[in-house]
């Protein structure tokens, strides 16, 4: 418990110091969009080619791994979607729940966690995880909210309209181009190296102040988006790695495999939901508060899972 904290504590402290400088005044309110922007535009897109060039392919053919975790963050995403759109929502904002849902924490709390329970050999199934949601779930999402964002609704008009944007979207652009450099088998030189790495590392910690900035603007909170806020915080937390076990014993994975699948799908909300969210303006009160809640209750759920999945004491010995 007290490691998990220990990994856990930055986090909270990244969302102070931001709520504590707008409280104080040091930080305006211009500065959420503006910071997220420079997330958006520079530090998240250097992470994803970062992590998409330096893909290792045949490492990472772990196919019952993909197949337990990939659907399960799949079902989750569609399904919370469906059941958003249902209740109201547009296209675009029910993206945004999807991702609420299905969208794990791995970079910033699923490489510490696993590496403190299961070493070395956990690294691989960490970056599988980790491409699969930031890259295929992100990309899902952005795609559905660009849709959603046109006003137009010929098909034909429509699809081109989508796809200059998409076209557009450096969040998009990077992996892709990633992937692209990481086909040719060159290695990057040092320095663009360690410019992506330094660059890459910002946008998680600045996403989290830029979180706090937001937390400190006085607004109401209406009891519907508080009561929309735990319900998928309890998405994250309890129903993705519920799920993400089920298809693991249907898929016959390895009870090792499965377990790191099921802390990795049981990781709080990430912080890629809420740049999506004010990169489109659209509504983040609910997310910033899945955000913060499913990160406090990851402190009780992730120590249970390790007991239930019988990882408690992997890696753990000296």
């Known amino acids: ?12 402290a990244l969302i102070a110091s931001g709520y504590a ?8 309110q211009p500065a959420v969009a503006e910071l997220n922007r420079f997330v958006v535009y520079l530090a998240l897109p250097a992470l994803l080619f970062d992590v998409m060039a330096h893909a290792s392919w045949s490492d990472l053919a772990q196919p019952g791994f993909i197949g337990a975790f990939g659907l399960a963050c799949g079902l989750v995403f569609y399904a919370t979607l469906g059941l958003s759109l249902i209740a109201g929502r547009s296209l675009a904002s029910a993206s945004i729940e999807g991702l609420l849902g299905a969208y794990a924490n791995t970079a910033y709390i699923g490489f510490p966690v696993l590496l403190m329970v299961f070493g070395k050999e956990s690294l691989v199934p960490i970056t599988i995880a980790s491409i699969l949601t ?3 779930l992100f990309a899902s999402a952005i795609v559905l909210i660009e849709i959603g964002s046109q006003s137009e609704r010929r098909p034909l008009r429509l699809a081109l309209k989508v796809a200059g944007s998409l076209t557009r979207n450096p969040l998009l652009i990077a992996p892709v181009l990633g992937v692209a450099y990481g086909a040719t088998g060159l290695g990057l030189p040092v320095a663009a190296d360690t410019f992506l790495r330094l660059l890459g590392g910002a946008a998680s ?5 830029v ?8 607004r109401p909170v209406a009891a519907a ?3 929309a806020a735990a319900a998928l915080a309890t998405v994250k937390l309890i129903v993705h790695p519920a799920l993400t076990w089920a298809l693991a014993i249907a ?6 495999l499965t377990a790191m699948a099921v802390l990795l799908a049981a990781l709080p909300t990430g912080t890629g939901p809420f740049m999506l969210a004010e990169y489109y303006r659209l509504p983040a009160v609910v997310t910033s508060a899945v955000i913060l809640i499913s990160t406090i209750g990851a402190l009780l759920t992730l120590p249970l899972l390790m007991l239930a999945t019988g990882s408690s004491g992997v890696g753990l010995a000296p």
């Open 251 to 256: 898929l016959s994975v390895p009870p090792k």
């Open 225 to 227: 988006d508080a009561r």
């Open 211 to 218: 979180i706090g900035l937001f937390l400190a603007e006085p």
């Open 134 to 136: 930031v890259c295929v």
């Open 21 to 28: 400088a707008r409280k104080i005044g040091v930080m305006g």
């Open 205 to 209: 910690p600045l996403a989290l102040v």
């Open 1 to 12: 418990m007290l490691s998990i904290l220990s990994i856990v504590a930055p986090i909270f």
